[in-house]
Protein backbone atom coordinates (compact mmCIF):
# COMPACT_ATOMS: atom_id res chain seq x y z
CA UNK A 1 0.00 0.00 0.00
CA UNK A 2 1.55 3.40 -1.19
CA UNK A 3 1.42 6.72 0.82
CA UNK A 4 -1.41 8.03 -1.27
CA UNK A 5 -3.62 5.04 -0.05
CA UNK A 6 -2.81 4.88 3.63
CA UNK A 7 -3.32 8.69 4.02
CA UNK A 8 -6.85 7.90 2.21
CA UNK A 9 -7.37 4.91 4.81
CA UNK A 10 -6.75 7.35 7.16
CA UNK A 11 -8.66 9.94 6.28
CA UNK A 12 -11.68 7.94 5.77
CA UNK A 13 -11.13 6.09 8.96
CA UNK A 14 -11.15 10.02 10.87
CA UNK A 15 -14.65 10.79 9.16
CA UNK A 16 -16.07 7.49 10.20
CA UNK A 17 -14.96 8.34 13.61
CA UNK A 18 -16.04 11.86 13.81
CA UNK A 19 -19.30 11.03 11.81
CA UNK A 20 -20.36 8.63 14.51
CA UNK A 21 -19.40 10.73 17.66
CA UNK A 22 -21.15 13.87 16.16
CA UNK A 23 -23.92 11.57 15.82
CA UNK A 24 -24.03 9.79 19.01
CA UNK A 25 -23.82 13.42 20.42
CA UNK A 26 -26.90 14.66 18.53
CA UNK A 27 -28.84 12.14 19.34
CA UNK A 28 -27.87 11.95 23.08
CA UNK A 29 -29.12 15.77 23.44
CA UNK A 30 -32.14 14.95 21.89
CA UNK A 31 -32.83 11.40 23.31
CA UNK A 32 -35.64 11.56 26.36
CA UNK A 33 -36.08 9.61 29.68
CA UNK A 34 -35.91 6.00 28.27
CA UNK A 35 -39.17 5.58 30.06
CA UNK A 36 -40.85 7.58 28.22
CA UNK A 37 -39.56 6.45 24.79
CA UNK A 38 -41.15 2.40 26.22
CA UNK A 39 -44.14 3.68 27.22
CA UNK A 40 -44.56 4.92 24.17
CA UNK A 41 -43.24 1.73 22.29
CA UNK A 42 -45.76 -0.43 23.88
CA UNK A 43 -48.68 1.69 23.00
CA UNK A 44 -47.76 1.62 19.28
CA UNK A 45 -50.87 0.16 17.18
CA UNK A 46 -50.27 -3.41 15.54
CA UNK A 47 -52.25 -2.21 13.15
CA UNK A 48 -50.51 0.39 11.52
CA UNK A 49 -47.48 -1.43 12.27
CA UNK A 50 -48.00 -4.34 10.23
CA UNK A 51 -49.09 -1.94 7.33
CA UNK A 52 -45.30 -0.12 7.87
CA UNK A 53 -44.02 -3.82 7.41
CA UNK A 54 -45.65 -4.34 4.53
CA UNK A 55 -45.03 -1.10 2.84
CA UNK A 56 -40.92 -1.48 3.76
CA UNK A 57 -41.41 -5.19 2.29
CA UNK A 58 -43.07 -3.85 -1.06
CA UNK A 59 -40.23 -0.87 -1.28
CA UNK A 60 -37.42 -3.60 -1.36
CA UNK A 61 -39.14 -5.41 -3.55
CA UNK A 62 -39.79 -2.13 -6.19
CA UNK A 63 -36.11 -2.03 -5.91
CA UNK A 64 -35.76 -5.52 -6.98
CA UNK A 65 -37.93 -5.36 -10.10
CA UNK A 66 -36.27 -2.13 -11.01
CA UNK A 67 -33.08 -4.00 -11.20
CA UNK A 68 -35.00 -6.83 -13.24
CA UNK A 69 -36.36 -4.32 -15.56
CA UNK A 70 -32.85 -3.22 -16.70
CA UNK A 71 -31.42 -6.40 -16.51
CA UNK A 72 -34.16 -7.24 -18.97
CA UNK A 73 -34.01 -4.21 -21.00
CA UNK A 74 -30.08 -5.01 -20.97
CA UNK A 75 -30.49 -8.29 -22.38
CA UNK A 76 -29.46 -10.87 -19.23
CA UNK A 77 -31.12 -13.25 -18.56
CA UNK A 78 -32.06 -13.54 -15.14
CA UNK A 79 -35.13 -14.61 -13.15
CA UNK A 80 -37.08 -12.66 -10.55
CA UNK A 81 -36.38 -14.93 -8.29
CA UNK A 82 -32.68 -14.87 -8.71
CA UNK A 83 -32.63 -10.78 -8.94
CA UNK A 84 -34.89 -10.46 -5.69
CA UNK A 85 -32.62 -12.52 -3.87
CA UNK A 86 -29.56 -10.98 -5.54
CA UNK A 87 -30.96 -7.13 -4.77
CA UNK A 88 -31.37 -8.10 -1.10
CA UNK A 89 -28.26 -9.93 -0.52
CA UNK A 90 -26.59 -6.58 -2.49
CA UNK A 91 -28.47 -4.42 -0.05
CA UNK A 92 -27.27 -6.04 3.14
CA UNK A 93 -23.50 -6.12 2.28
CA UNK A 94 -23.58 -2.30 1.78
CA UNK A 95 -25.18 -2.07 4.98
CA UNK A 96 -22.78 -3.81 7.10
CA UNK A 97 -19.34 -3.94 5.28
CA UNK A 98 -16.68 -1.45 5.35
CA UNK A 99 -16.85 0.83 1.92
CA UNK A 100 -19.96 -1.43 1.25
CA UNK A 101 -21.07 0.57 -1.55
CA UNK A 102 -18.06 -0.32 -3.38
CA UNK A 103 -18.14 -4.00 -2.07
CA UNK A 104 -22.00 -4.62 -2.79
CA UNK A 105 -21.66 -2.92 -5.93
CA UNK A 106 -18.51 -5.54 -7.10
CA UNK A 107 -20.50 -7.94 -5.96
CA UNK A 108 -23.61 -7.59 -8.02
CA UNK A 109 -21.35 -6.44 -10.91
CA UNK A 110 -19.90 -10.41 -10.28
CA UNK A 111 -23.24 -11.87 -10.38
CA UNK A 112 -24.36 -9.93 -13.26
CA UNK A 113 -21.25 -11.00 -15.18
CA UNK A 114 -21.67 -14.64 -14.35
CA UNK A 115 -25.10 -15.13 -14.97
CA UNK A 116 -24.64 -14.36 -18.74
CA UNK A 117 -24.02 -9.55 -18.67
CA UNK A 118 -21.36 -8.70 -20.59
CA UNK A 119 -19.12 -6.73 -18.55
CA UNK A 120 -20.20 -3.67 -20.74
CA UNK A 121 -23.96 -3.90 -20.04
CA UNK A 122 -23.17 -4.99 -15.78
CA UNK A 123 -20.94 -1.90 -15.74
CA UNK A 124 -24.25 -0.06 -17.73
CA UNK A 125 -26.76 -1.53 -14.94
CA UNK A 126 -25.11 -0.65 -11.98
CA UNK A 127 -24.62 2.84 -12.92
CA UNK A 128 -28.16 3.42 -14.57
CA UNK A 129 -29.66 2.05 -11.45
CA UNK A 130 -28.53 4.75 -8.83
CA UNK A 131 -29.36 7.95 -11.95
CA UNK A 132 -32.75 6.46 -12.62
CA UNK A 133 -33.37 6.44 -8.71
CA UNK A 134 -31.70 9.46 -8.29
CA UNK A 135 -34.05 10.94 -11.14
CA UNK A 136 -37.31 9.33 -9.59
CA UNK A 137 -36.21 10.79 -6.13
CA UNK A 138 -35.95 14.11 -7.37
CA UNK A 139 -39.34 14.02 -9.77
CA UNK A 140 -41.64 12.98 -6.25
CA UNK A 141 -39.98 15.31 -4.57
CA UNK A 142 -40.87 18.12 -7.47
CA UNK A 143 -44.29 16.29 -7.17
CA UNK A 144 -44.71 17.03 -3.80
CA UNK A 145 -43.21 20.41 -3.19
CA UNK A 146 -46.00 21.61 -6.22
CA UNK A 147 -48.31 19.53 -4.43
CA UNK A 148 -48.00 21.56 -0.85
CA UNK A 149 -47.34 24.78 -3.10
CA UNK A 150 -49.75 24.59 -6.00
CA UNK A 151 -49.25 28.60 -6.46
CA UNK A 152 -45.74 27.68 -8.15
CA UNK A 153 -46.92 25.28 -10.60
CA UNK A 154 -46.80 28.27 -12.91
CA UNK A 155 -42.67 28.11 -12.75
CA UNK A 156 -42.73 24.34 -14.81
CA UNK A 157 -45.77 25.40 -16.98
CA UNK A 158 -43.67 28.74 -17.85
CA UNK A 159 -40.66 27.28 -18.65
CA UNK A 160 -41.84 24.93 -20.98
CA UNK A 161 -44.01 27.48 -23.00
CA UNK A 162 -40.67 29.30 -23.58
CA UNK A 163 -38.13 26.31 -24.15
CA UNK A 164 -40.82 24.36 -26.46
CA UNK A 165 -40.49 26.94 -29.14
CA UNK A 166 -37.21 27.37 -28.77
CA UNK A 167 -36.13 23.76 -28.87
CA UNK A 168 -38.20 23.64 -32.31
CA UNK A 169 -36.34 26.99 -33.93
CA UNK A 170 -33.16 25.78 -32.56
CA UNK A 171 -30.64 25.39 -35.44
CA UNK A 172 -29.31 21.86 -35.86
CA UNK A 173 -25.76 21.39 -33.45
CA UNK A 174 -22.89 20.32 -35.23
CA UNK A 175 -19.84 18.82 -33.05
CA UNK A 176 -16.26 18.78 -34.36
CA UNK A 177 -15.32 15.22 -32.59
CA UNK A 178 -12.41 15.06 -33.68
CA UNK A 179 -11.57 19.10 -31.68
CA UNK A 180 -13.68 17.42 -28.61
CA UNK A 181 -11.32 13.80 -28.51
CA UNK A 182 -8.15 16.18 -28.87
CA UNK A 183 -9.09 18.56 -25.72
CA UNK A 184 -9.91 15.20 -23.86
CA UNK A 185 -6.85 13.63 -24.42
CA UNK A 186 -5.23 16.32 -22.18
CA UNK A 187 -7.03 14.63 -19.32
CA UNK A 188 -6.88 10.54 -19.59
CA UNK A 189 -9.13 9.83 -16.33
CA UNK A 190 -12.20 12.15 -18.01
CA UNK A 191 -11.39 10.94 -21.67
CA UNK A 192 -12.10 7.39 -20.22
CA UNK A 193 -15.31 8.41 -18.53
CA UNK A 194 -16.21 9.99 -21.11
CA UNK A 195 -15.93 7.04 -23.48
CA UNK A 196 -17.56 4.83 -20.57
CA UNK A 197 -20.50 7.24 -20.66
CA UNK A 198 -20.92 7.18 -24.30
CA UNK A 199 -21.18 3.42 -24.76
CA UNK A 200 -23.88 3.51 -21.76
CA UNK A 201 -25.84 6.20 -23.65
CA UNK A 202 -25.37 3.89 -26.99
CA UNK A 203 -26.25 0.73 -24.66
CA UNK A 204 -28.92 2.49 -23.58
CA UNK A 205 -30.94 3.78 -26.97
CA UNK A 206 -31.27 0.39 -27.66
CA UNK A 207 -33.78 -0.30 -24.17
CA UNK A 208 -37.49 -0.13 -25.28
CA UNK A 209 -39.14 2.92 -24.16
CA UNK A 210 -41.41 1.00 -22.63
CA UNK A 211 -38.87 -0.95 -20.31
CA UNK A 212 -37.29 2.50 -19.50
CA UNK A 213 -41.11 3.84 -18.02
CA UNK A 214 -41.31 0.37 -16.31
CA UNK A 215 -37.53 0.53 -14.82
CA UNK A 216 -38.92 3.98 -13.85
CA UNK A 217 -41.82 3.33 -12.66
CA UNK A 218 -40.74 1.07 -10.07
CA UNK A 219 -37.98 3.54 -9.08
CA UNK A 220 -40.30 5.70 -7.84
CA UNK A 221 -42.19 3.10 -5.94
CA UNK A 222 -39.07 2.18 -3.97
CA UNK A 223 -39.54 5.53 -2.79
CA UNK A 224 -43.02 6.12 -2.06
CA UNK A 225 -43.05 3.01 -0.29
CA UNK A 226 -40.31 3.57 1.60
CA UNK A 227 -41.95 7.33 2.63
CA UNK A 228 -45.16 5.02 3.43
CA UNK A 229 -43.42 3.19 5.86
CA UNK A 230 -41.90 6.46 7.61
CA UNK A 231 -45.45 7.58 7.78
CA UNK A 232 -46.92 4.39 8.71
CA UNK A 233 -44.69 4.04 11.84
CA UNK A 234 -45.51 7.53 12.50
CA UNK A 235 -49.09 6.81 12.41
CA UNK A 236 -48.71 3.80 14.61
CA UNK A 237 -46.91 5.99 17.40
CA UNK A 238 -50.12 7.85 16.96
CA UNK A 239 -47.91 11.18 15.41
CA UNK A 240 -49.70 14.18 14.29
CA UNK A 241 -47.49 15.04 11.86
CA UNK A 242 -48.52 17.15 8.60
CA UNK A 243 -47.57 14.65 5.46
CA UNK A 244 -45.87 17.46 3.65
CA UNK A 245 -43.64 17.84 7.35
CA UNK A 246 -42.97 13.96 7.15
CA UNK A 247 -42.38 14.08 3.72
CA UNK A 248 -39.95 17.05 3.89
CA UNK A 249 -37.76 15.62 6.62
CA UNK A 250 -37.44 12.02 4.34
CA UNK A 251 -36.32 13.58 1.69
CA UNK A 252 -33.81 15.64 3.90
CA UNK A 253 -32.47 12.18 5.52
CA UNK A 254 -32.07 10.89 2.07
CA UNK A 255 -29.71 13.23 0.54
CA UNK A 256 -27.89 12.98 3.44
CA UNK A 257 -27.70 9.20 2.62
CA UNK A 258 -26.39 9.54 -0.25
CA UNK A 259 -22.95 10.55 1.50
CA UNK A 260 -21.39 7.40 2.32
CA UNK A 261 -19.89 8.43 6.10
CA UNK A 262 -21.16 5.26 7.79
CA UNK A 263 -21.83 1.42 6.55
CA UNK A 264 -25.69 1.72 5.45
CA UNK A 265 -25.69 5.15 7.11
CA UNK A 266 -25.90 3.79 10.64
CA UNK A 267 -25.71 6.66 13.55
CA UNK A 268 -25.87 9.76 10.87
CA UNK A 269 -29.58 8.76 9.09
CA UNK A 270 -30.38 8.30 12.81
CA UNK A 271 -29.58 11.25 14.54
CA UNK A 272 -30.42 13.67 10.96
CA UNK A 273 -33.78 12.07 11.12
CA UNK A 274 -34.46 12.64 14.98
CA UNK A 275 -33.34 16.11 14.32
CA UNK A 276 -35.86 16.66 11.54
CA UNK A 277 -38.52 15.49 13.23
CA UNK A 278 -37.98 16.96 16.54
CA UNK A 279 -37.83 20.16 14.12
CA UNK A 280 -41.30 19.36 12.66
CA UNK A 281 -42.88 19.51 16.14
CA UNK A 282 -42.58 15.72 17.60
CA UNK A 283 -42.07 15.68 21.06
CA UNK A 284 -38.59 13.97 21.64
CA UNK A 285 -39.95 10.42 22.90
CA UNK A 286 -42.02 10.09 19.66
CA UNK A 287 -39.21 11.02 17.82
CA UNK A 288 -37.35 8.66 19.08
CA UNK A 289 -40.00 5.96 18.59
CA UNK A 290 -40.53 6.53 15.17
CA UNK A 291 -36.70 6.87 14.14
CA UNK A 292 -36.44 3.58 15.92
CA UNK A 293 -39.19 2.27 14.29
CA UNK A 294 -38.60 3.55 10.98
CA UNK A 295 -34.70 2.01 10.96
CA UNK A 296 -36.30 -1.39 12.66
CA UNK A 297 -38.40 -1.86 9.47
CA UNK A 298 -36.59 -0.60 6.77
CA UNK A 299 -33.33 -1.40 7.39
CA UNK A 300 -32.59 -3.68 10.26
CA UNK A 301 -35.51 -6.28 9.42
CA UNK A 302 -33.66 -6.62 6.17
CA UNK A 303 -30.58 -8.05 6.99
CA UNK A 304 -31.65 -11.50 7.55
CA UNK A 305 -33.84 -10.86 4.19
CA UNK A 306 -30.17 -10.23 2.37
CA UNK A 307 -28.22 -13.23 4.08
CA UNK A 308 -31.63 -15.73 2.92
CA UNK A 309 -31.15 -14.26 -0.46
CA UNK A 310 -26.96 -15.09 -0.25
CA UNK A 311 -27.72 -18.10 0.87
CA UNK A 312 -30.13 -18.86 -1.84
CA UNK A 313 -27.73 -17.40 -4.31
CA UNK A 314 -24.77 -19.56 -3.31
CA UNK A 315 -27.25 -22.64 -3.06
CA UNK A 316 -27.61 -22.21 -6.46
CA UNK A 317 -23.30 -20.85 -7.79
CA UNK A 318 -22.23 -24.44 -5.45
CA UNK A 319 -24.90 -26.49 -8.37
CA UNK A 320 -23.42 -24.81 -10.93
CA UNK A 321 -19.84 -24.83 -9.60
CA UNK A 322 -19.14 -21.45 -9.53
CA UNK A 323 -17.27 -19.66 -6.61
CA UNK A 324 -18.27 -17.28 -4.44
CA UNK A 325 -18.27 -13.33 -6.14
CA UNK A 326 -17.77 -12.51 -2.39
CA UNK A 327 -14.19 -14.43 -2.54
CA UNK A 328 -13.55 -13.84 -5.83
CA UNK A 329 -10.17 -10.93 -5.77
Partial sequence: MDA???????????VLVASLVG????????????????????AVDPG???????????????FALQQHGLLR??????GRADTVALTSAGNAVSAVAPAGAVVSAAYTFRQYVARGATPAAAAAVTVLSGV???????????????????????????????MVPLARARPALSFDRARIKRRLARW????????????????????????????????????VFDLACLMLIAAA???????????????????????PLTPGGIGVIEASLLAGLVTAGAPAA??????????????????????????????????????DPLSVR
Fill in 132 to 162: VSALALVTLAAGGFLAAAPALLWVPVTALAV
Fill in 73 to 78: GFGVPI
Fill in 286 to 323: LAVGIVLGYRLVSFWSMLPVGLAGYLYLRAGERAAGRK
Fill in 4 to 14: RAKRRKWLRGV
Fill in 237 to 259: FGAELRWEHLAGVYLSVQVIRQI
Fill in 48 to 62: WASLAVLAGLISQLS
Fill in 23 to 42: AAVLVRRQFPDPVSVLGLMR
Fill in 188 to 223: PRVARFAASLARMVTMGRGVPGRDWATVFAFAAGKW
